[in-house]
């Protein structure tokens, strides 16, 4: 009988020198969905406001109308502007995982828990708030 031997990949645990170097950016390319919701946001508030200058008070149906669009628009585009950025970190993450870039993987999972942690923080006060 021949002896079965399986493949094992790489080790994880061996990071690369120069690893290090780069955190920083990789920190910022993690809070790239949180800053993208930050500037739909005051896009969209400029937007109403914008929309409140420049209607008449006496045409309110109509202005609430097109509010209502513009914040219909910017729920979307925050949404899905956050899960594509999201899936580009979580592939680059997966990038360096399977080179061994530990450093880099644990600094953009940090930063992506962050995002989220801050995304969800409004949901979870107004529980809580509600609650009490």
Do not use: H, N
């Not at 800053?35 to 409140?52: E, Q, T, W």
């Not at 109308?65 to 219909?72: C, E, K, Q, R």
């Not at 993450?93 to 930063?111: C, F």
């Amino acid at each position: 009988m021949k002896p079965e031997t399986s493949k094992v990949g790489t080790p994880i645990t061996c990071a690369d020198q120069g690893d290090r170097s780069d955190v920083w950016f990789i920190i910022v390319q993690g809070l790239t969905p949180l800053a993208l919701l930050a500037v739909i946001g005051v896009a969209v508030l400029v937007l109403i406001m914008l929309i409140r200058f420049l209607i008449d008070p006496t045409r309110f149906l109509v202005e609430e109308l097109i509010f209502a669009i513009v914040m219909i628009a910017g729920l979307a585009l925050a949404i899905i502007s956050y899960v594509l950025t999201a899936r580009r970190a979580l592939r680059q993450i997966e990038t360096w995982r399977q080179s061994g870039q530990t450093s880099k993987v644990m600094a953009g999972l940090v930063a992506l828990a962050l995002v989220a942690l801050i995304t969800a923080l409004p949901v979870i006060l107004a529980l809580f708030f509600s609650l009490v």
